[in-house]
T-cell receptor, first 113, second 120 residues
Framework: GENVEQHPSTLSVQEGDSAVIKCTYSDSASNYFPWYKQELGKRPQLIIDIRSNVGEKKDQRIAVTLNKTAKHFSLHITETQPEDSAVYFCAANGYSYGNKLVFGAGTILRVKS | DGGITQSPKYLFRKEGQNVTLSCEQNLNHDAMYWYRQDPGQGLRLIYYSQIVNDFQKGDIAEGYSVSREKKESFPLTVTSAQKNPTAFYLC???????????????????FGDGTRLSIL
């Protein structure tokens, strides 16, 4: 079945710097890759997603890149702000996993002001 | 998302007791999901349902049961067989979009606020 690994587990950046979180997946048939942001004690919220027919997608300060050959995808946050501090989860749909989402273990992002 | 309501927010279970977590959505979504979240870990799928009166086991279904009698409701029962139930439980829903015959494309999942279950 699908396996998703996420790195780093914690990331500290200075306000205004960029942050990059990387995920790798195992199922080459996976074609949908969402990213979720979860603040402490709250629900995960979808911040961006990408499908396998594109290599990059941007939404203001957030971007996601996908490398299907290497089976990895990354979240890029530019000009980080204190309110970006949260836990970020990547996920991939494992086609051989019944097309269900498999989540990474999460990255704790701390933006220091 | 205001369209998915989980209750209660906090729940305590005694030894040998079954407890039921509620999940209701008014988004007209066909698919609904239950996840368990433990500290420092990602979300793990317990059960999911693509349509009314049908549901499938996820990765960690042992000790849990569900029903899907109505489109808007997908309650989760944590049975006494689940020996380590302390966790944060999240319900999610999504539309079901047919991409081609026999295949439905993944659509964004929207989560409720969660229920935190603890053992007394």
């Amino acid at each position: 079945g699908e396996n998703v690994e996420q790195h780093p587990s914690t990331l500290s950046v200075q306000e205004g710097d960029s942050a990059v979180i990387k995920c790798t997946y195992s199922d080459s048939a996976s074609n949908y890759f969402p990213w979720y942001k979860q603040e402490l004690g709250k629900r995960p919220q979808l911040i961006i997603d990408i499908r396998s027919n594109v290599g990059e997608k941007k939404d203001q300060r957030i971007a996601v890149t996908l490398n299907k050959t290497a089976k990895h995808f990354s979240l890029h946050i530019t000009e980080t702000q204190p309110e970006d501090s949260a836990v970020y989860f990547c996920a991939a749909n494992g086609y051989s996993y019944g097309n269900k989402l498999v989540f990474g273990a999460g990255t704790i992002l701390r933006v220091k002001s | 998302d205001g369209g998915i309501t989980q209750s209660p927010k906090y729940l305590f279970r005694k030894e040998g007791q079954n407890v039921t977590l509620s999940c209701e959505q008014n988004l007209n979504h066909d698919a609904m999901y239950w996840y368990r979240q433990d500290p420092g870990q990602g979300l793990r799928l317990i059960y999911y349902s693509q349509i009314v009166n049908d549901f499938q086991k996820g990765d960690i279904a042992e000790g849990y049961s569900v029903s899907r009698e109505k489109k808007e409701s997908f309650p989760l029962t944590v049975t006494s067989a689940q020996k380590n139930p302390t966790a944060f439980y999240l319900c999610a829903s999504s539309i079901r979009l047919r991409a081609q015959i026999g295949y439905f494309s993944n659509q964004p999942q929207h989560f409720g606020d969660g229920t935190r279950l603890s053992i007394l």
